[in-house]
């Protein structure tokens, strides 16, 4: 039987990193002959300007159909003083939202080869390798009531956080399960001494670790995780979050690695008859400054191209190949702009797309 891919380019550099992951997923799914039928969607503020909305209904029940799902990028500056529901960003929302993505897992590792490109030492980087698995549908971001209004003269603007058991064990079950592919420890992160929705939070992990005696489980206040992640971020192996403290934490993980260019994510939905859904993104934005101009790195999204194999097809032996001939191209010193150090071989998004497939 096919299975159906639904590609999303979106906007800005996300239609050139596509393109290179298409390429990508085209050619280990011929390598090993898997039958897999890939639909390609507008979306964001290219869908806006084609379909005068940023997700379209026939692309959404694409994706529904589809259960795997590639997007580049969403955000374009021309639709900035536009009302929330036309811009592109609501496209990525409303997936999130109809497709229940529900945990975001985004692996941070330390590519040797790139050591030198962050800001920190290389003895306290050297050899990170962890996975944040994020809340991704609850919490301050949809809790209600939120807004803003007038209130004694004032204005005042309000959020609320708030999480049901439900959510919380759900996605402790995905960060255990994910642990136990890995070393079997998670930390989960909350700040319980003042939060009262940080309490229920511990307390449903802490249930949720009595079906996973095999992981080890640890506790962080956020503050103090912020701290540890750039302090001794060796310590860490599975990272659990909330929605807002994963948001933070992830992008901060980021300079582990150099370059935001590097991170692929996996944002994973309920389980249905045909298994879970599976969104595959880069972690960095548009960038509609280099846009059209081969200068962006596609191996974050080529990256997604592993985890899709990964996660929605469970050939993680394809993944490895994808990841190891990222590796090879890094070792031999090939790099975009982002990346470059003294000595690198700079290319730009075409060049690095043809140098991954050369080493696959």
Known sequence: MSQKVVFLPGDGIGKEVAAGARQVLDECSGRHQLN?????????????????????????DACLESKIVFLGAVGDPRFDASPPHLRPEKALLGLRKALELFANLRPIRTYSELID????????????????VRELTGGIYFGEPRGLETRSGNRVG????????????????????????????????????????????????????????DVKLDH??????????VARPRSFDVLLTNNMFGDILSDEAAMLTGSIGM?????????????????YEPVHGSAPDIAGQ???N????????????????DRD????????????????????????????????????????????
Request: glycine share 8%; net charge negative.
């Open 317 to 360: 032996d394809i993944a490895c190949q994808i990841e190891q001939a990222i590796e090879k191209v890094l070792s031999e010193g090939i790099r975009t702009g982002d990346i470059a150090v003294a000595g690198s071989r700079v290319v730009g998004t075409c060049e690095m797309v043809d140098a991954v497939l050369e080493r696959l």
């Open 117 to 132: 490109a962050s800001t920190l030492k290389r003895e306290v980087i050297e050899d990170v390798d962890i996975l944040i």
């Open 36 to 60: 897999l039928q890939v639909e390609e969607y507008d979306l964001g503020g290219t869908a806006i300007d084609k379909h005068g909305e940023p997700l379209p209904q026939f692309v959404l």
């Open 263 to 279: 991170l692929p994510s996996a944002s994973v939905g309920a389980t249905g008859g045909e298994g879970r859904v599976g969104l």
């Open 220 to 229: 962080l206040l956020i503050d103090n995780c912020a701290m540890q992640l």
């Open 298 to 313: 596609p191996l974050a999204a080529i990256g997604c191209v592993a985890l899709l194999f990964r996660y929605s097809l």
């Open 158 to 213: 309000f959020n609320t956080e708030i999480y049901a058991d439900y959510e919380v064990e759900r996605i402790s079950r995905i960060a255990f399960e994910a642990s136990r592919l890995r070393s079997g420890r998670v930390t989960s992160v909350d700040k319980s001494n003042v939060l009262e929705s940080s309490q229920l939070w511990r307390v449903v992990v802490e249930e949720v670790a009595k079906d996973y005696s």
């Open 294 to 296: 081969d200068k962006a």
